[in-house]
């Protein structure tokens, strides 16, 4: 797939250049990783104008749809009173997915500005070009504008995780390993039924044959006691139970 397919040089629009709108993205990307979410940020800037913002939210929402290009789109939409958003250009920190992709076409964006290519759900250029599809509405895209801080941000967050979550598993086997000494500890060991043998530890119970299901010649002295019966018992039972 042609990255630069489609996208437009990075000039200056609404009177930042579109690097200076990135890193007010990327502020807001800086929110979601504050909250635990993967950091995306996306504004919505017409007539020089902020008049939407958003951040990832999907963790904390539960809803698949609270990526931040959507509540960017709906700040914009609640902000103008309109679901219409021509004259209007959306900077997002990561290439949109196929869903935040058509949402941007169906709002009638004009022009969309984002940071790091998103190899493994891009929308726009890198898994599929949703924007290049003929559709009665065109979208103006410009990719990799501060991609190297944009992607930064995304890989700084998942170590942190991957730390984090580490740090938690071990924490969890010392504590594992807590209780299984505090258990050792308890004065007295259970009553044991009547008639049984306490279990060495380490040692597992050997379970003894209730009836022997070889051959009538079986020698083995558990065997013995068996042999009343002969070949014929050993028949009859044999049936569902092999
Ligand atoms: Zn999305």
Redesign the pocket.
Known sequence: MNHQANHSNDQAGDGLAHKDWMRQALELAQKAADLDETPIGALIVKDGQVIGKGYNLREKEQDVTM?A??IALRDASRQTGSWRLEGCTLYVTLE??I??AGALIQARLDQLVFGAYDPKAGAAGSITDIFSIRQNHQVQVTGGVESALCSQMIRRFFIDLRKKKKAAGSRSVRRQQAIRETEAKQPGEKPIAKGKQPIAKGKQPIALPVKCLSSPICRKPACDSQKKGGAGDLQQNSGDKR
């Open positions: 990526h290009e959507i949109p997915c869903m935040c």
